[in-house]
């Protein structure tokens, strides 16, 4: 399986085009939305593309393929024009040997793990700061944002699968990765 790894699009149009083309790209399974969909939130200047409801309409065809998690700016309204689940802080599954626990980041993050054991995957958003490292046993992935990335980083995404993951450039060029 493959998975697209997206987080903090916060509404913006460009962002969810980037995660579009990333989809057919990839040749891609299922998506893994690590929250921040539609809202910008209080912290964050209003996106340059902001167009929530062009957002809403693209993810529309994906909506069986996508697991998702809730953002610190996803809200029971946002629920409501989202045809996939949306409000779990969490969810987890397995990647062969490997449990993956997804989450945004604001409630679970690297410096508050949730029980995971060595060689398992903590996989969040939050920060914008894409990030593909091993620490004490434990992999820490993080795909970036698709449209308010920090610190100098490119808009970016993940890709997830048995062999490790990989954060791409919006132009599809690999950025970081790790292997498993």
Do not use: W
């Amino acid at each position: 399986m493959n998975y697209l790894v997206i987080s903090d699009i916060h509404g913006d149009i460009e962002g969810a085009r980037l995660i579009e083309s990333a989809f057919q790209h990839h040749h891609i399974d299922a998506i893994l939305c690590l929250g921040d969909i539609l809202y910008h939130g209080p912290r964050n200047d209003l996106p340059e593309h902001y167009a929530p409801k062009e957002v809403i309409a693209l993810f529309e065809p994906y909506r069986s393929r996508i697991t998702a998690v809730r953002g610190n700016c996803d809200a029971e309204v946002d629920q409501m024009v989202l045809d996939f689940p949306l409000l779990s802080d969490s969810a987890s599954f397995y990647l062969g040997p490997r449990k993956v626990f997804m989450t945004h980041g604001h409630i679970y993050s690297p410096d508050h793990l949730p029980p995971l054991k060595e060689g398992d995957v903590f996989l969040s958003g939050h920060t914008h700061i894409p990030v593909a490292k091993q620490n004490n046993g434990i992999f820490f992935l993080n795909p970036g944002s698709a449209s308010i990335p920090k610190e100098n980083h490119p808009r970016s995404y993940g890709l997830l699968n048995e062999d490790g993951f990989t954060i791409f450039r919006y132009d599809h060029t690999p950025y970081r990765s790790i292997h498993f």
